[in-house]
């Protein structure tokens, strides 16, 4: 991970992550609010897309996994090197660790969907807990490391932190788009502070960041700021042109169908 | 900002719009338990008052970041100097920041206004987000200032992310009015706030405060729940007058319209 | 207050409203549970019990602030020595300012007994404001104390913000019993606290603590555990006591209506 | 409690009691789930496993206090050693406290399932308050310890506040499945970490660890996150078989009922 990629993967993913999600959380507000009141059976295509969401979580977890662990400079799968009385490669495990949990979560939302004996909520209280295990592990990463490092690290944990606690809210709170678009926020903030903290310790050109500088300190403070408004403004637009093209191919397909009934 | 003036603009900002939600929430609430049960649609009136109070928060932030930006001795849209290899004026930037989320909350609370598919709570959730932004930025601005300075700024803090909390509560508890009032009382509690800050840092007359000295700090921490008790009584001065005012113009309104319609 | 008197009064004091509240809420409690539904007009009994319960807080914190400011080595309502340049007495300051808080929540609740206009919780609400101030006093207050000094009077703050955060749910969750009596459990713990602080800090007896020695922390840390014990036990007692006097004078009394009614 | 044994025996008994608690909510949500609307007397299984758990409750934590009080070394309910002026091992009554609090919450257990009188969820409170001793205790233990001692106690307490908070939110939100589930889970993660510190600080076998070695901090935090997955999908595992079990054998005991009528 201690390179430009390292970042710009976990970054992409949560990205990602973050526009489906938001398109998602649209596609079920739209349906909900447009439908009469009694019909609750959700169409399949619903369903296709939360198996297609949760096979995606597993599948890249399990890559994720064998290849924090057999990399080349990595641990394959040794925890303990007894020779030398020390841990092997214990940055490799935690990661493998991180991406277990959305392994589980993914395993979650592939069984809530497919069973109705699976209570709802179970699927986002395991996207808060692999929420909560990334920030708790990242937490606990940042000791004795230079100030900006530390700081710019700790700024994820916001994102972090708040994703897992708006994910555990959704478990009690059900169907409140604001609610499920601010994780969805959260997430897209994640991703792209991922890629911010690549520009900033591995700058693919120009001079190395001073670490120590409180300048530095400052300006990656506000820096986290505007990435939020970026995030907001992202889910805001992102989910009104979805909704609206719903809308109007609703529309559409009424007067299409309606015509061909008249015909 | 490092200056009487620079706390007194603010200050009055947030005492008008701590005003401004009181009177705005109390006529919400008269309207609410005034009104037959069934009778959802808002009179217009209030819908102006929206659109007002949206567009003076965006006309507001506008004008202070474009004063932020081009004051004399600003950074005028520069945000790296490559000469000295460091950031130009760092403070006007991370007020401009602030400004930006005070206007990303009158647009939302404008959208929310104008259309019914912005989902309800948008406004508060963007309220919310602005004055965590500003309580964030906040509280990484005071490292390594003296005690006092640090300490009169941090009790800000309690108003600014007390109001953040009561503002992101406001989205899953609606029309409690107990709960809107705190919102108002913690802006006035933030406007007042400033202007001590303003009165303790640079002092119109009179000597400079030692702000080292353990007794100020144990004054200013008393003198914040002063402001606090005198926020409260003026939030419940204001609301009761214009409650009962209200009542005797809508009896008085009513006594005419009979009389009207008996002759 | 730096003797076991000035800790007794206030441990006294706290203790009665915790007794008095749990028998008001049980009696509540009663009254909600034994109604038929749709009847819903408080007898006028409790009306008066919120009027004596106001009335006691507004008069005893008037009487708090008289006594903290025109003792003999009070500061007699000066704030400021300008002489000297110095702070006269903040140490009563900062206690008027907490009885002030707890005069304003009497005055909230008369108001909320007196008008239906005041809208329900406004009395809880201002507690918890009176609660958190005292717990917000207290914590400045810690600083450069001893050990056990201080880690006796922040165990009080357990109990303060604990009753803060309490009574604050209060606002939303109504008529819920268990919160009540927690609420009131809180005020005991914090009642027979007060005369711990004084017994410990202030011995009426026997050899002075040594403030720094680190048995003596863990002793008190478990001891406080011992009060809450106590705390929970007493309540219960109370409530039951009281819940099962008030069933008996019930039967009692309607036997005795039948009685009548027959004869 | 300074070897394997004293960290295996309430490490045992937190894990019994996740299981038991698993069990006993996945038979309350099946029998909630499968029953028609209106009938909600609960059967008379349910009391009694009410009873046993608070029974097992109340005796284990009165053997706990006794075996802590009256083993050879420790303090046979002396707390205060005059001669020396000291207190009589600390740890034995800290250990007794956090037993006594448990205690209360077995009584409240049997107490709520006794009597309807008693409001629900006393039980609950009382279970969070056990907890919330608990870590209470163990946070005021943790200073001057060596780092990996100290860090192995302060995650347990991630658990034990964890299932504090889990234990107060089911006083409010009654017979949601998900956090029930969830307050089970963090017992068995109390249960099976009791276990690791034991492991930890007195190994069986093989050389000590290194308590300052900043490689074993970060495999403890990690070793933490499998605890918790391992957790997780025991708690899912056990509910899934008990809830299968539970319908093969409603369904075969209808079949068999429905035959016996038609013969």
């Known amino acids: 991970m201690a390179n430009f990629g390292g970042h710009a993967i976990p970054g992409t993913f949560f990205l990602f992550l973050g526009f489906w999600l938001t398109v998602k959380r649209i596609l079920h507000h739209y349906w909900r609010t447009s439908q009469p009141k009694g019909r609750h059976n959700m169409p399949p295509f619903f369903k296709r897309m939360d198996y297609f969401e949760g096979g995606l979580q597993i599948f890249a977890s399990f890559v994720g996994i064998m290849v924090e662990q057999f990399v080349v400079d990595g641990p394959h799968a040794h925890l303990y090197d007894r020779e030398n009385s020390s841990w092997v ?129 400052m300006f990656v403070t506000m820096c986290f700021c505007w990435h939020l408004a970026v995030a907001l403004i992202l889910v805001a637009c992102t989910s009104s042109v979805v909704y609206l093209a719903l809308s109007e191919w609703w529309r559409h397909s009424c007067q299409v169908r309606s015509r061909w009934r008249r015909s």
Request: overall charge negative; hydrophobic content about 55%; glycine content about 8%.
């Open 89 to 217: 490669k214990l940055m490799n495990w935690q990661h493998s660790t991180m991406y277990l949990f959305f392994g589980i979560a993914g395993i979650a939302l592939v069984a809530t969907t497919t069973s109705k004996l699976v209570p709802l909520g179970v699927d986002r209280l395991a996207l808060s807990m692999a929420l909560f295990v990334e920030g708790f592990l990242f937490y606990y990463h940042l000791h004795s490391r230079p100030h900006l490092d530390a700081h710019i690290h700790s700024l994820l944990l916001v994102a972090v932190f708040g994703g897992s606690a708006s994910a555990m809210l959704e478990v009690f709170v059900r169907d409140n788009i604001i609610l499920e678009l601010l994780g969805a926020c959260l997430f897209i903030l994640q991703g792209t502070w991922f890629y911010q903290i690549g520009f900033v310790l591995y700058p693919l050109r120009g001079p190395q960041w001073d670490l120590e500088l409180h300048d530095n300190v």
